[in-house]
């Protein structure tokens, strides 16, 4: 059978002449075989189903050919940035059908869109000012010559292109590489077994399938198989890992009658959620196991996650394990030692006058602690004396040995590398139990296909008496006269006594003003400025808070917010995430269309916390037809934190899951999407469990096996990192 690798990763100037090889490789950096086979159509247009300009059906996805009557490029009004608008008109004789096409920041449609230039377009048809509009579509320049309408031939594919080497060059490349017949016997990556259980595509047949379809249902099966092949390969490389852990010895913790554990929840003054109670009983009962623990916990902000591993934590320390919790910040670590203290109570003060027999002992360790406390807290932490320490990266120092470490809890994994969390998760013989938590939204499939060595639980209840919070988007473009009011609502909320947060997208120095940066979005400096002129804020006291301040400023500023001195913050996202201050009951967002879903869901997560409701306004200066006011609709219109991660994984489209090399010895595809793609992950999932619960070194499977091997190093982290 022919090597995979020798057949995918020939010389494409050898295959196809030096002219085409370097057009390729500059505009592409596609140099191989496989690198083009593996560069697959976006879309494809049927031929004949062509719509004509005068019976487009209104929000519809259409793909029309027209050719460009008009085109003019202007800067924006009210932010950065250009608006290239064109008129295209039909090309059918007789035919008086024109349509409004605009794009937002496009040098290619600028460049490429002249007056004259015959155009295939494709996009969701609108209205806007009484004409059919296209806004911000596909689009394909076409030679003069391009028939569209041979009857003998297949769907047209359409290649991710440039404006030096068109869809229709590409096509022209990938045909004649086909006609080589280079996969004549090359080893397919997917075991026999599982093609014939799925009933998927060979490999050289899905290669040719996927490039020169005869209609778009046989399309769609060659863009399954290799979805599939995406999804299994990633799958394959996360069951070894799962079995890796699986594998390694685990003391068992399990529940102890009359212990810490029973004693914290008979002090607790509110009652579980059914939710709570699941999820913990379930982590209960592996942490009773010989193998590992490896959860991660999901849940909205306030949904009770840290009660969950509180309860856990103590699980361990009455089986006699001491318990490591990782926070990404000096804040939050702090914040999440405060917050443990208090609801343990007597019970984390072991060792002082009048603490009950069942008490256990909590401490910190942070980078900024003075050299004598931290040397105490060390020698506490190896002597066994603390049983629960909380800390930031100060804790995978070398410095830090623990006496039995049984259970590591790590909030917000992604601010973490692989490495630093294999410090602590190795330094034992026996493998401590962890636990993963994330306030991040995650889709299901999502945590499936990147945290697919952890189980998932989700806490997706609020706390009996928390009041649903309230986001409306404020559009200064439709209403300039609502600028003025942000303030004078923000002043109301003051004088009845509760707190807010206005957040910038940047702080103001020169640093985020450069490149990839926008001087002119709102920025913590230009706000504090406005802010302490405008009357309705007269007298109040205003802070900012940012991360270019120290720790000890930054320290200043949110104990002075949480205490309630400080009436109002003005910040940037580094509220995000650890701010818990219940009276703060309004968030103003500037420019909101600058930050992601989950970041706004994040920071909305932020107010409402106590008992009264809280509402978020999403300022934006955007004009209503702008694709970025829809993600703002979005998070206006929906509360619940899955579903707006589900939204934001599909507009971002990450499905490029195994990076985006173009070598032909691993997996370059993009076909995958986690949200749309759910029920084939599932798949996936199984059988790269079935093959490596009966082959864990995959040696009846050498071409999957390097494969998953030649995973580098980036790749690997971006499976855990996710």
């Given amino acids: 059978m022919t090597s995979r690798t020798q057949a995918l990763e020939l010389e494409l100037e050898r295959l196809l002449g030096p002219p085409t090889a370097?057009?390729?490789?500059?505009?592409?950096?596609?140099?191989?075989?496989?690198?083009?086979?593996n560069h697959f159509p976006r879309r494809y247009v049927e031929r004949g189903a062509l719509s004509d300009l005068e019976s487009l059906p209104h929000d519809e996805l259409v793909t029309v050919v027209a050719r460009v009557v008009r085109a003019s490029t202007r800067k924006m009004h009210h932010r950065k940035g250009f608006l290239t608008e064109v008129e295209v008109a039909d090309e059918g004789e007789g035919s008086q059908g024109t349509l409004a096409v605009s794009f937002f920041n496009s040098r290619k449609a600028m460049h490429e869109l002249l007056p004259g230039a015959r155009v295939m377009l494709a996009g969701r048809v609108g209205v806007y000012r009484h004409q059919q509009t296209l806004s911000h579509p596909d689009f394909e320049v076409l030679p003069e010559d391009h028939a569209l309408d041979e009857a003998d031939l297949g769907p047209v594919p359409i290649y991710p292109a440039t404006g030096s080497l068109p869809s229709w060059r590409i096509r022209k490349a990938v045909d004649t590489l086909l006609r080589l017949d280079l996969l004549d016997g090359v080893a397919d990556p997917l075991p026999a077994e599982v093609l014939r259980?799925?009933?998927?595509?060979?490999?050289?047949?899905?290669?040719g399938v996927i490039h020169a379809p005869l209609d778009l249902i046989e399309a769609e099966g060659a863009r399954r198989r290799f979805r599939f092949q995406e999804a299994f390969q990633l799958q394959t490389a996360l069951a070894i890992r799962r079995a890796e852990r699986m594998a390694r010895p685990s003391s068992p913790r399990p529940p102890r009658a009359g212990g810490l554990l029973e004693a914290f929840d008979a002090r607790l003054p509110f009652t579980l959620t059914d939710g709570q109670m699941?999820?913990?009983?379930?982590?209960?009962?592996?942490?009773?196991?010989?193998?590992?623990?490896?959860?991660?916990?999901?849940?909205?902000?306030g949904s009770g996650k840290t009660v969950v591993a509180l309860r856990?934590?103590?699980?361990?320390?009455?089986?006699?394990?001491?318990?490591?919790?990782?926070?990404?910040?000096?804040?939050?670590?702090?914040?999440?030692?405060?917050s443990l203290s208090r609801l343990l109570g007597p019970l984390g003060e072991a060792g002082q006058l009048g603490a009950p027999e069942t008490a256990c002992s909590i401490a910190q360790l942070t980078g900024s602690m003075p050299s004598t406390a931290k040397k105490k807290v060390l020698l506490d932490i190896a002597s066994g004396a603390v049983d629960i320490v909380v800390g930031t990266h100060a804790l995978l120092s070398d410095m830090v040995q623990f006496a039995e470490l049984g259970l590591l809890v790590v909030d917000e994994q992604h601010r973490f590398g692989v490495g630093q969390r294999d410090a602590l998760r190795t330094r034992s013989g026996t493998a401590p139990h962890v636990l993963v938590m994330t306030a991040t939204p995650i889709p299901r499939t999502l945590a499936m296909t990147v945290f697919g060595d952890l189980e998932v639980s989700t806490l997706d209840e609020l706390p009996e008496g928390r009041l649903p919070l309230a986001t409306h988007v404020a559009a200064l473009h439709e209403h300039p006269g609502w600028e003025d009011r942000l303030w004078w609502r923000s002043r109301e909320e003051i004088d009845a006594g509760r707190q807010v947060f206005v957040v910038c997208p940047r702080i103001g120095d020169e640093s985020d003003a450069g490149p990839g940066g926008d001087a002119s979005t709102a920025s913590v400096t230009e706000t504090m400025a406005r802010l302490g002129e405008h009357p309705a804020l007269a007298g109040i006291r205003i802070e900012a808070l940012h991360g270019a301040l120290g720790p000890e400023e930054k320290d200043a500023v949110m104990s002075g917010f949480a205490s309630g001195a400080i009436p109002l913050v003005v910040a940037t996202t580094v509220v995000e995430v650890g701010v818990d201050v219940p009276n703060a009951t309004l968030m103003v967002v500037l420019d909101a269309d600058r930050f992601g879903v989950a970041q706004l869901h994040q920071l909305r997560g932020r107010v409402g916390r106590g008992v009264h409701q809280g509402t978020c306004l999403l300022v934006t200066r955007l004009p209503q037809d702008h694709p970025a006011r829809q993600r703002l609709d979005v998070v206006a219109t929906t509360s619940i934190g899955t579903l707006l991660a589900e939204f934001d994984v599909a507009q971002r489209k990450e499905g490029d899951i195994l990076g985006s090399s173009q070598s032909g010895t691993a997996s370059t595809l993009r076909l995958l999407r986690v949200v749309r793609d759910a029920p084939l992950i599932e798949q996936a999932r199984q059988a790269a469990r079935r093959i490596v619960d009966a082959d864990p070194l995959?040696?009846?499977?050498?071409?999957?096996?390097?494969?998953?091997?030649?995973l580098d190093d980036e790749r690997k982290d971006y499976l855990e990192r996710g």
């Fill in 197 to 207: 259980a799925e009933r998927l595509m060979g490999l050289d047949e899905a290669y």
């Fill in 278 to 301: 699941g999820v913990g009983a379930e982590i209960s009962t592996e942490l009773g196991q010989q193998h590992p623990m490896n959860r991660l916990l999901q849940g909205e902000v």
């Fill in 22 to 37: 370097k057009i390729l490789s500059r505009e592409l950096g596609i140099t191989t075989a496989g690198g083009l086979l």
């Fill in 312 to 338: 856990a934590m103590l699980q361990v320390v009455d089986a006699g394990g001491q318990v490591a919790f990782l926070a990404p910040t000096e804040v939050l670590a702090d914040q999440h030692f405060r």
């Fill in 698 to 710: 995959l040696r009846n499977h050498p071409v999957l096996a390097g494969i998953v091997a030649g």
